[in-house]
């Protein structure tokens, strides 16, 4: 029950996600006196399936990861994550993202030959299907790690998209094979020399909207900057849009004949209902929302992770990766 906004928009969006899905149940993890006061008038048939869990230590999003790893093991992270482990399909989390990962690690493990968990999410793409890693979770990488993240991109595409030999790139400062750090160069030699992935070479942030790859390699320091600066421009063409349909009486017109289209487009542009990005590489589902999550955010995040749970991506990955590597 972590997240810039505290319980109450995790607690609304498993209600109504629990009203829509019959044979689900939600257990909430944190404090359970901020968290009772939040469902006590739901109604006693969604009561039933959302079971609180009282953990009264919580991982707050200043928090220094290692430390949280080394001496907080009783928080509602960790305890979240626990009952994965030990049962339960999936963790929904919008807290501190370096615990996330190190916590998920630790107690949910990887495969043995990944390193490290990424950070995995399809954006909107004009012209295909994408998928960016890692978006957040390892800001610091070697090459081995963004070979290590093209190798899981490549497998969570096959199973989430059923995609054979998705098209993999490396996001970098330019196209040439000269252009970027010593690590993003040594990284696209390893990708290229790979037969386990159909590499396409070096990617421009100008293309990652309106490109034909299906995985876009980065450290996490680029991918979260990149992804939080498209969603920065979505909002703001969406604004842009909405202020241009109130000026004169023939912009007010226009507007009222484009509703229906400028819905689906401010939909499409809204980053709240594209909220939910995995964990890539652990044994079991867990997915990571924006840390100042509303309440629709959370809807997609809860989606997402039952998707994953229901088809069995994390095994159908892991069975991948054993292949590959």
């Known amino acids: 029950m972590s997240g810039d ?13 629990l009203a829509g899905h019959p044979l689900l149940s939600i257990t909430l993890v944190g404090r359970e006196a901020d968290i009772t006061p939040l ?52 963790c929904v989390s919008a807290g501190n993202t ?48 963004l070979y290590q993240f093209a190798l899981m991109g490549s497998a969570m595409v096959e ?22 750090n010593e690590q993003v160069r040594l990284a696209s030699r390893m990708m290229a020399e790979s037969p386990s992935l159909n590499y ?9 909207f309106k490109t034909d790859v299906n995985v876009v390699v980065c450290d996490g320091f680029v991918g979260n900057v ?7 421009v979505g909002r703001m063409m969406a604004e842009l849009l909405r202020q241009q349909f109130k000026v004169g009486w023939y912009g007010r017109l226009v507007g009222l004949l484009a509703a229906p289209l400028l819905k689906r487009l401010l939909a499409i542009l809204d980053p709240s209902r594209h909220n939910g990005a995995s964990l890539v590489g652990l044994t079991r589902t867990v997915v990571k929302c924006h840390g100042n999550s509303q309440v629709i955010g959370f ?5 997402q992770a039952m998707i994953e749970a229901e088809h069995q991506v994390p095994q159908k990955v892991y069975a991948r990766l054993d292949e590959l590597l």
């Open 5 to 17: 906004n505290g319980p109450a928009p995790a607690v609304s969006a498993s209600l109504k996600i």
């Open 226 to 232: 990149a992804l939080k600066t498209g969603e920065g």
């Open 39 to 90: 469902i006590s008038s739901a109604d006693g048939s969604l009561r039933e399936r959302l079971m609180v869990l009282h953990v009264p230590d919580v991982v707050g999003m200043s928090d220094k990861p290692s430390q949280v790893l080394r001496n907080r093991a009783n928080t509602s992270m960790s305890a979240a994550l626990q009952l994965v482990r030990d049962g339960h399909d999936a």
């Open 159 to 180: 199973a989430m998209e059923g995609k054979t030999s998705p098209k993999v790139a490396l996001l970098n400062v330019g196209e040439e094979e000269t252009k970027g």
């Open 299 to 303: 809807e997609c995040a809860i989606l």
């Open 98 to 145: 370096g615990a996330l990962m190190l916590l998920s690690r630790s107690i949910l493990k990887t495969h043995p030959e990944i390193d490290r968990p990424a950070i995995i999410k399809r954006i909107p793409s004009s012209y295909n299907l994408c998928y960016v890693v890692d978006l957040g979770a390892n800001v610091d990488c070697r090459a081995e790690h």
């Open 200 to 208: 396409s070479g070096f990617i421009e942030g100008d293309s990652l």
